[in-house]
């Protein structure tokens, strides 16, 4: 059973001794999870091929998670899909051809989180809508136009 406080924690260290071409899939599925400690996702499912090179694991990665953001038309809360895939180089001590934070410990336990969330926000729409055709707010009253019309709407503005 995983570490709650550690989620995407992989031992790897089964992997290290084995042939060149091995690989590995694990599975993640959660149904709230804090990946960082400014990172909150619920529903996040995916899979990690770990893959033995010559130079350390190869990790293709495929998550998909929905975090709540808030619409920049109605200020609405909603539920935001994101997902994303990514391939990182783990490389043995020895032979470190990445950087620092992609070294294999000697523990052999890798932390996915800060990857994950890393390409996670990497799809954040900049502007977040909780709909295509969301309406937003009215500018004099601030009504939510996708719940009600108000008197604003109707009024024609002449210059």
């Known amino acids: 059973m995983p570490n709650p406080r550690y989620p995407l924690r992989i031992n790897v260290g089964f992997l290290l001794n084995q042939p060149v071409g091995t690989s590995r899939d694990i599975h993640f599925d959660y149904t709230d999870v804090r990946l960082t400690v400014d990172f909150q996702v619920s529903k996040l499912e995916g899979v990690a091929r770990l893959n033995r090179t010559p ?47 992609l070294v294999i410990p000697e523990d052999g336990n890798i932390d996915l989180a800060p990857l994950t969330r890393d390409y996670l926000l990497l799809e954040k729409p900049i502007k977040a809508l909780c709909k295509p055709d969301c309406k937003g707010l009215c500018v004099v009253c601030g009504e939510d ?3 009600t019309t108000c008197a604003h709407q109707s009024q024609v503005v002449v210059k």
Do not use: K, M
Request: aromatic share 14%; charged share 20%; proline share 6%.
């Open 55 to 101: 130079q350390g694991l190869l990790v293709e990665a495929d998550f998909s998670a929905y975090q709540t953001d808030e619409c920049v038309r109605c200020l609405e809360p909603f539920e935001q899909e994101l997902d994303t895939q990514y391939q990182e180089l783990f490389s043995f001590q020895f032979h470190p051809t990445t950087e620092p934070s």
């Open 145 to 147: 136009l996708n719940v």
